[in-house]
């Protein structure tokens, strides 16, 4: 250690560096150390593979550049690129800068960010270049910060959310933050200003500070500087800014397999740790967009786990449509978080469905190659059920109609409630039927049940909802359809779409049938029809003005008839649309065979 280039101020600066690693190292070490065993199985498979490159790849492309980001609102992508990146290239110049002065390799730690400070003036390989990047990179983080204090002071201005509701730490790190740089700019400026080793920045502005007693503030400048790094590294592992770091561990997590569990895991607080409050997911969520419902969104949710003050109307009120998950940048399951919490509110009197009798779903009837699952919400639009029978008859193929009784459900919307327990019993029953009918395909016809059973339950045949159904008897010649002149559209239920990718199905029917226009919100942007069963929160009025603002994007192309495949998007939709307008896809092909 060379100790002419040491000063007492930077005490303050190591301190932090070391409270925020001590920090860092018990908070990875406790979450991993709370991850499940399905979740540590995959850590172990695909840690040594070509899935931890592509990992490293896409932490220097989310968590330095921001790409995702930049590609929904380039304003807070740049802002969130200058800070990041900008940050992080001061420190590695800096090193680089601290390298060649002192002609070797091991500096004291400190001397890159306190660089201007220590230099006496002498020569040392490319001076100029390095001052004049070093000085680039200042602008290019305060440039960043005016647009973080923008944010935060006008944030309409530039299409940005102000998303924060301060904790005392939340506002030490941020005041801290605001104040790292230009108190570095600062204190550097005046050094130039008597050493005259500025660029072309501090140098400038070192020679308008010359005509004040600068040897006089110089050095309580430079502890200032230290001392809010300082206190900016020791209360960041406790605010959002945690999720520096933390998202990275995450897209690591991710790329090895690790999903979200049941259950609240160390997972669970890594996904919460890592969302940095960038507001993205209030402008696509339709309780904000349509209801004006503005304080539930994923980001409220998820600061107010944080900070360990979550209301239970606020885990409530979601449809758990994802639009948000497929918004945010950092990829958080904050629907399957929400129903984590949901889930820890308690269980309440919700039965056990001890009642049901696995086998009497098939007694009886003559074995087949195909088992079909209307679901709950298919009872009330039998339409939907009739066409189907209409369906599997002209195609000639033999089916079990497993529910025609109606009395029992896949289960998901218990577990969107919270319900885990119960909506097990269901699964492990509804598991016992399907397998004792020795059938080779399920097919549901709701959008619900299909994502319960493709990828919640874990059966060994294949399952299909009747949208790919369809497109598969088209597909082997066994439905001929006839082609109309009729203008429609056709609306992706959010169970389908979103994380189960069913898009081009639906539409090469509908193709075959009439003449399909496309809307403005459609496949992984559609909107949700209103009639989630997921919200309990939402009244009758809010929940229509849901519906309202998705059937006016349906209706805009003047459609004959707006086409889901969905029934409960089909009931909540006719509910609401004066005509009869709306069919499901089953309803339609039953019509035109
Ligand atoms: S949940 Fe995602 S989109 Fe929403 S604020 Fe956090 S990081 Fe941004
Ligand atoms: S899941 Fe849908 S309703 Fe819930 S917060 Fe996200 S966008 Fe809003």
Not at 28 to 50: A, E, M, P, T
Request: charged letters at 20%; a neutral charge.
């Amino acid at each position: 250690m060379n100790l002419d280039m040491y000063n007492p101020f930077v005490i303050p600066f190591a301190f932090g560096v070391v409270i925020l690693f001590v920090n860092l190292a018990i908070a990875f070490v406790s979450w991993l150390y709370r991850l499940d065993k399905v979740q540590r199985r995959q850590i172990g498979k695909n840690i040594i593979s070509f899935k931890t490159l592509a990992a490293i790849w896409e932490a220097i492309r989310e968590c330095l550049f921001h790409r995702n980001i930049f590609k929904t609102n380039p304003i807070l992508g740049y802002m969130h690129f200058s800070l990041a990146f900008g940050w992080l290239m001061l420190i590695v110049i800096g090193k680089v800068e601290a390298v060649a002065y002192e002609g070797q390799y091991f500096t004291n730690p400190w001397l890159a960010i306190f660089f201007r400070f220590f230099e006496d003036g002498r020569d040392y390989p490319y001076k100029e270049v390095l001052t004049f990047v070093m000085d680039f990179l200042l602008c290019f983080v305060l440039s960043g910060l005016l647009l973080a204090f923008i944010k935060r002071m006008y944030s309409k201005l530039l299409g940005m959310r102000k998303t924060t509701k301060h904790t005392p730490s939340d506002r030490v790190a941020l005041i801290s933050l605001w104040c790292i740089f230009p108190l570095r700019l600062l204190a550097e400026s005046s050094t130039a200003a008597i050493e005259h080793n500025g660029g072309f920045l501090t140098q400038s502005l070192g020679n308008l500070l010359a005509f004040l007693p600068v040897e006089k503030f110089v050095t309580p400048l430079w502890w200032a500087y230290s001392i809010a790094l300082c206190l900016f590294f020791v209360f960041m592992p406790f605010t959002r800014y945690m999720h520096i770091f933390t998202e990275v561990l995450l897209i690591f997590l991710r790329k090895w397999g690790v999903i979200e569990s049941q259950k609240h895991t160390g997972y669970t607080d890594i996904e919460i740790n890592s969302c940095s409050r960038c507001g993205i997911c209030i402008d696509v969520c339709q309780l904000n967009t349509a209801a004006k419902i503005n304080d539930v969104q994923s980001v409220y949710f998820i600061r107010d786990v944080r900070d360990l003050s979550l209301d239970r109307h606020i885990a409530n009120n979601c449809l758990l449509c994802n639009r948000c998950v497929q918004a945010c940048p950092v990829g958080i399951e904050t629907t399957m978080i929400r129903q984590i919490y949901r889930y820890k509110q308690g269980n309440e009197d919700i039965p056990f469905y001890e009642y049901i009798n696995t086998s009497k779903y098939t007694e009886g009837k003559n074995s087949a190659p195909i088992l079909y699952f209307a679901g709950c919400m298919t009872h009330i639009t039998p339409g939907i059920i009739d066409s189907m029978k209409n369906i599997f008859d002209k195609a000639d193929d033999k089916y079990i109609f497993i529910d025609e009784d109606k009395n029992i459900c896949c289960g998901r919307p218990l577990r969107q409630q919270g319900f885990l327990e119960q909506a097990e019993v269901l699964k492990e029953k509804l598991t016992s039927i399907i397998k004792d009918s020795g059938a080779e395909v399920l097919v549901t016809s709701c959008p619900i049940c299909y994502n319960s059973f493709a990828n919640e339950y874990n059966l060994d045949i294949k399952v299909l909802h009747h949208t790919q159904y369809i497109k598969e008897l088209i597909d082997k010649g066994k439905l001929n359809l006839s082609k109309q002149d009729v203008k429609l559209v056709y609306h992706d239920p959010c169970e389908i779409s979103r994380g189960n990718n069913i898009y081009e199905e639906p539409r090469i029917i509908i193709n075959s049938i009439g003449n399909l226009h496309s809307t403005k919100n459609e496949k992984d942007d559609t909107l949700c029809c209103g009639g989630s069963l997921a919200n309990i929160e939402l009244n009758t009025e809010q929940a229509a003005l849901i519906t309202s603002q998705t059937l006016d994007v349906l209706t805009k192309p003047n459609p004959d008839f707006i086409i889901t495949s969905c029934p409960l998007c089909k009931k909540t939709f006719t509910k609401n649309c004066s005509n009869n307008k709306i069919l499901d896809i089953s309803e339609i092909v039953s019509r035109n065979i």
